[in-house]
């Protein structure tokens, strides 16, 4: 993709289908899974993109066999049951959080000497707790520079189990992660949480898949969880749900334009928390229709202010932002500091994009409020590497003439055709 894509505006309300493709988080955990399985797993409607081709490749890497088919969205795997046939590993895993933090859980399940690698803003993401969590059921598993990041050595020699205090306050993935591999431990695992647990509605997704492949877990309230050890995950042929934080920005597009979009594929059933941002637009007075494959949105005449709490949809938060200016009064986003420690720091990289429109913003530590403004300026928007930047501002983009965005090719992580099913969804619209 070229270094920089201008959005050209739309110049009537957008009315559309849109497919999304898989869900990174579900795509993710359900190749882990299908590791973990006894025999052959088949996950279908897959998502193809850097995040999921690093977890792919770093189970080939463990002896792992996976066949990966990106026409057919389509990944095969033939699951060992927890024992990964390599007693050594260097494993990359560029800036994907969900693959390291699921891979180190892995690894500690085996037998040898292993390590995990990323791109210099991966160091920078926090997993001791991870590593913590799984020091206290036994394993050696610890970051090489002393700094609770990225690069890891794990000197694996089976995974133990037992009582487990773990802290989650930065990111639920080590969370999920210790979840996914305790029932493989030789003992029952206890799992108390200490402190506050962000962005429940992923531990949630990861409950009902582990459920949904054998595996029976008990918590009260998720703040304590017991699994028995000595389960084993069931292989199976396995749907991939779309992508909801992918379809947030499509649902965007028809709020900010006054149109329809319907996305097809999740519906009030949905796996994904994510699927909750229809709920704060609907709050903003767009209209919202669930069917059992479909959620559509309808965009009114005038965008409403909000003060909205997203921790648990925190992937959405720049969905939001995007569109906010564009409301009749200001909108505040709470209690979200955590999402400066993602691809980048999110809340910083929102402010100070928005302020190149020439929007007014108010920067808290773990909140934002961003303030209507009647007409933006046109401006190259720096995306910092991070793939849910690129295409929130692409939305704001649609009503803004001369928004330019900066590495468009950062979508690759999740969503790698993204701009050209947008552009299909717009065409009529320009």
């Known amino acids: 993709m070229t270094d920089s894509l201008l959005i050209k505006p739309v110049l009537r309300p957008i009315e559309g289908l849109v497919r999304v493709p898989g869900s990174k988080s579900i795509t993710n955990r359900a190749l882990l899974l299908a590791a973990l399985a006894d025999g052959p797993s088949r996950l279908e409607g897959a998502l193809f993109s850097d995040d999921t081709h690093y977890m792919g490749e770093s189970l080939r890497h463990l002896g792992i066999s996976v066949r990966a088919d990106a026409e057919e969205e389509l990944f095969e795997v033939q699951g060992q049951g927890g024992i990964l046939p390599s007693s050594e590993a260097e494993l990359f895993v560029g800036n994907s959080g969900t693959s390291a933090r699921f891979l180190t859980a892995l690894l500690a399940l085996g037998q040898g000497t292993f390590h995990i690698d990323g791109v210099p803003r991966m160091r920078e993401r926090p997993i001791g707790d991870l590593l913590s969590a799984l020091q206290q059921m036994g394993a050696d598993a610890r970051d090489d520079n002393g700094t609770d990041c990225l690069p890891i050595t794990v000197r694996a020699n089976g995974l133990k189990g037992g009582q487990v205090v773990m802290r989650a306050a930065k990111s639920s993935q080590p969370l999920s992660a210790l979840l996914m591999v305790a029932p493989l431990c030789a003992n029952d695992v206890e799992i108390e949480i200490e402190g506050e647990l962000f962005s429940q509605p992923y531990i949630e997704i990861t409950l009902r898949m582990m459920q949904q492949w054998g595996i029976e877990v008990s918590h009260e309230n998720l703040r304590h969880f017991s699994i028995r050890g000595g389960q084993k995950y069931r292989a199976q042929n396995y749907n991939i749900e779309p992508d909801a934080s992918g379809a947030s920005y499509f649902w965007a597009a028809a709020a900010v334009t006054g149109g329809r979009v319907r996305v097809l594929g999740i519906g009030k059933e949905a796996l994904q928390g994510d699927a909750a941002f229809v709920d704060v637009?609907?709050?903003?007075?767009?209209?919202?229709?669930?069917?059992?494959?479909?959620?559509?949105?309808?965009?009114?005449?005038?965008?409403?202010?909000?003060?909205?709490?997203?921790?648990?949809?925190?992937?959405?938060?720049?969905?939001?932002?995007?569109?906010?200016?564009?409301?009749?009064?200001?909108?505040?986003?709470?209690?979200?500091?955590?999402?400066?420690?993602?691809?980048?720091?999110?809340?910083?990289?929102?402010?100070?994009?928005?302020r190149r429109?020439?929007?007014?913003?108010?920067?808290?530590?773990?909140?934002?409020?961003?303030?209507?403004?009647?007409?933006?300026?046109?401006?190259?928007i720096e995306t910092y590497e991070d793939h849910r930047i690129a295409m929130s501002f692409a939305i704001t983009g649609l009503v803004t003439p001369g928004v330019e965005i900066l590495d468009p090719g950062c979508v690759a992580k999740t969503f790698p055709d993204f701009f050209a099913r947008l552009d299909a969804l717009c065409a009529s619209a320009r």
């Open 281 to 354: 637009l609907e709050k903003m007075g767009c209209a919202v229709e669930k069917g059992d494959d479909y959620i559509e949105v309808r965009g009114p005449q005038q965008l409403r202010g909000v003060d909205v709490d997203m921790n648990a949809i925190s992937d959405t938060v720049m969905t939001l932002a995007a569109i906010a200016p564009f409301a009749d009064s200001p909108t505040t986003i709470r209690n979200i500091g955590h999402i400066r420690h993602k691809e980048t720091d999110r809340i910083h990289a929102i402010v100070s994009e928005l």
């Open 357 to 380: 429109l020439g929007v007014q913003v108010e920067e808290g530590e773990d909140s934002l409020t961003i303030h209507p403004r009647s007409q933006l300026r046109a401006a190259q």
